[in-house]
Every structure is written in structure tokens, then in C-alpha cells.
């Protein structure tokens, strides 16, 4: 995909019906509207459902080998996830300006924390990106620039993390471009993750918020670490050609393994032409259907 094409024709889409202007307000609380893929931001997708991610070898080798009891180690119960996780998770967003003291034009916005995610500083002021050798956190570095009536923030410098919560990795050379665009009471944020390492095609997600006059919370709970039960010493993982899961997609729903495992491929309704003869459509949807007694 032409990821210059591809953020035309989202701008495109989103703006069709809205006048160009300058810099608007996205300061207030802004409620999710989770039933929006509400399997993958409510319990979370099946193990290895990675259908319509552009995966190379190396992202599709990474992903088959996390084990979700990775998270229940005593040092990973309380680990950040990364800005990725604005969209990726089930939570609603909190955003605010920070004025220059000097100016009083907007230095920063800010995306606030929650329980697994640090809070977001987009720089407004211009300041340059640190070099490539400077450290990476969860929290990455971010930067921000007005297009229009659209916020377009650039984050880099943030560590390995995961773009689906099935294990479909992320690496630390990865740059996440953030579009905000308000409509109204209706806040539309797009992400684009560009991995040179796991990816061979930019991914896109969006999401959909609405204006809330109840604040959203900022930071959650504190997460305490606990034991889950997880052997001393033992990184929980799958060796290659191991995981269980490879076939659960087939199992449950008929579609092939190639669909699941993902590819550029399967981001396209040309796939599906290709896949077609191989699909077998189930006599009874299993579980996580629309309408639970549907045939």
C-alpha cells in the first residue's frame, strides 16, 4: 500500500463534508465506543487471528511464539503498553492544551495515562525528534502538527509492545502516526503503525469517541503485582511449529490457515476471491457470534 495514498483517501473521507480550517479544540473527555470491533477491545481476539495484518516472516515467527501467560510474570504485570494502545485498548481518552508560559500558545497536547498506557505529550513547539540512538520507553517521543482540522502526530522512539492483543508484535524501530480529527460531538482517531522490522505494509486502525460532560478518568487503578502462578524462572512461550492455536480459526469458523495467519495479502477483498474454495462454512457459529442462537 502507498501510505501516502492511503492517508489521502482517509483525510478525504473524514473531511468530505467539513470546511478547511485552522487549529480547533480537542481538550474534554472523550467516551469509547467499544462496540466497534468489541470482541478485540472488550475480551480480545482469538490466539492467532491475525487476518488483515501485513506481517512478514520475522512479525509472523514473533507472534506464533507469545504464550498470553507472558503477562502473567511478576515484572510484565504492570508493563506499559505502548501509545499503539490509544486505539488498541478498550479505555476512553482524556485530552487537554498545555499553553507556553511565555506566549500563551499551545506547547503540548496531552493525551492522559491509564492503568497500562503511559499519557501521550504531543509537542507542538517544533522541537526536533532525539536521534536514533537516544533511549525508547513505552511512552515514545511524540510530535504534532496542524493539518487543516486535523492533529497529525508522529511517535518514535518507543520499545517492543503489540499491535493486537493476541501477541502480533510491534518492534522498537517503530514510527506510529496519529490522526485526531473532531467532528462535532464525534472525535475520529486513526493510527498508522509503520514497523520496518515486523511489517511490510503500513497497518491502519481507527477508532470512534464520543464528547462526554462526565470526565473520563485519568491513570485507573493502580496496577499491583501479584502471583499468578507462573513457574520461577520460566518465560512462558511457544517453540516454532508449537503453538496449540494455529488451527482454532479453521476449527471454529472454517477459514483457512493462510487467512489467519495474516500477510499484506490478507488486507485486500482480492483475498478473499483466492481463499474462497477453501472456506467452509460452519454448520453453527461456535462462540463471539453477533446473535448467539444464529445458525
Not at 499519557?119 to 507542538?124: A, D, F, G, R, S
Not at 524501530?173 to 473532531?182: D, E, G, N, P, V
Not at 517453540?239 to 492455536?245: D, Q
Not at 457470534?289 to 445458525?295: H, K, Q, T
Request: charged letters at 20%; a negative charge.
Amino acid at each position: 500500500m502507498n501510505l501516502n495514498k492511503a492517508r489521502i483517501g482517509l483525510a478525504a473521507l473524514l473531511c468530505v463534508s467539513f470546511p478547511a480550517m485552522a487549529e480547533i479544540d480537542l481538550s474534554g473527555s472523550w467516551a469509547s465506543i467499544n462496540h466497534e470491533d468489541a470482541l478485540e477491545r472488550g475480551g480480545g481476539p482469538n490466539p492467532v487471528d491475525w487476518a488483515g495484518l501485513p506481517f512478514n516472516e520475522a512479525g509472523r515467527a514473533k507472534a506464533l511464539s507469545f504464550s498470553q501467560s507472558i503477562i502473567s510474570m511478576p515484572e510484565r504485570i504492570c508493563w506499559f503498553q505502548t501509545q499503539w494502545h490509544i486505539a488498541a485498548g478498550p479505555f476512553s481518552l482524556r485530552m487537554w492544551a498545555v499553553p507556553d508560559p511565555i506566549t500563551g500558545k499551545v506547547q503540548a497536547w496531552i493525551v492522559g495515562a491509564w492503568e497500562t498506557r503511559a499519557p501521550m505529550t504531543i509537542w507542538m513547539d517544533g522541537r526536533p525528534h532525539p536521534g536514533k540512538n537516544a533511549p525508547h520507553d513505552q511512552t515514545g517521543f511524540t510530535t504534532g502538527v496542524w493539518n487543516g482540522n486535523e492533529l497529525i502526530a508522529t511517535t518514535t522512539h518507543i520499545k517492543t509492545g503489540y499491535i493486537r492483543r493476541n501477541g502480533a508484535p510491534s518492534s522498537d524501530q517503530a514510527t506510529i502516526t496519529t490522526h485526531f480529527l473532531r467532528h462535532g460531538d464525534l472525535l475520529t482517531v486513526a493510527l498508522f503503525m509503520e514497523d520496518p522490522v515486523y511489517l511490510t505494509e503500513p497497518y491502519i486502525l481507527t477508532r470512534s469517541y464520543n464528547l462526554s460532560t462526565n470526565p473520563v478518568a485519568i491513570g485507573g487503578p493502580p496496577c499491583i503485582v501479584g502471583d499468578e502462578g507462573v513457574e520461577s524462572g520460566r518465560v512462558p512461550h511457544y517453540l516454532p511449529g508449537k503453538n496449540p492455536f494455529v488451527d482454532e480459526m479453521t476449527k471454529l469458523y472454517g477459514i483457512p490457515e493462510e487467512a489467519s495467519l495474516g500477510g499484506a495479502e490478507t488486507m485486500y477483498p482480492e483475498f478473499r476471491d483466492k481463499i474462497k474454495d477453501k472456506f467452509k462454512l460452519p454448520a453453527k457459529c461456535p462462540k463471539n457470534c453477533a446473535n448467539a442462537g444464529a445458525n
